[in-house]
């Protein structure tokens, strides 16, 4: 291939249950929000999974696990934002790993925090 030719890359999703991000942002700066125009709530909790369809069952663990609000869920990527104080994010992403690990044999990761 010469030098000057443009390359293409090409994406794809590999089939796999997996949950790929799960991370706390303790303290975002306003900015944050503002980009992902949600109210100021305190912690971010960040979300990824695949298949995409699983973001639905993360994002009601949940909300059913700590108190946290769902901020977004988009089951075409499989991203789940959700947020509230910083231990109830923490719960809240702890027990989707869990649920989706235990009863739907998915690889986790560990959640992470910032």
Request: glycine letters at 8%; zero cysteines; hydrophobic letters at 45%.
């Amino acid at each position: 291939m010469e030098e000057d030719t443009p390359r293409r890359v090409i994406e794809e999703s590999v089939p796999g249950k997996q949950v790929t991000l799960a991370h706390v942002i303790a303290s975002p700066i306003p900015e944050v929000y503002e980009s992902l125009g949600i109210e100021a709530n305190g912690a971010i909790g960040i979300l990824t999974i695949s298949p995409v369809e699983a973001a639905i069952i993360a994002a009601d663990v949940a909300g059913k696990s700590a108190g946290v609000e769902v901020d977004f869920l988009d089951r075409f990527t499989g991203s789940v934002l959700i947020s509230g104080d910083v231990q109830s994010v923490e719960v809240a992403l702890k027990a989707v790993v869990t649920i989706l690990k235990e009863k739907l044999n998915y690889d986790i990761v560990p959640v992470s925090k910032t």
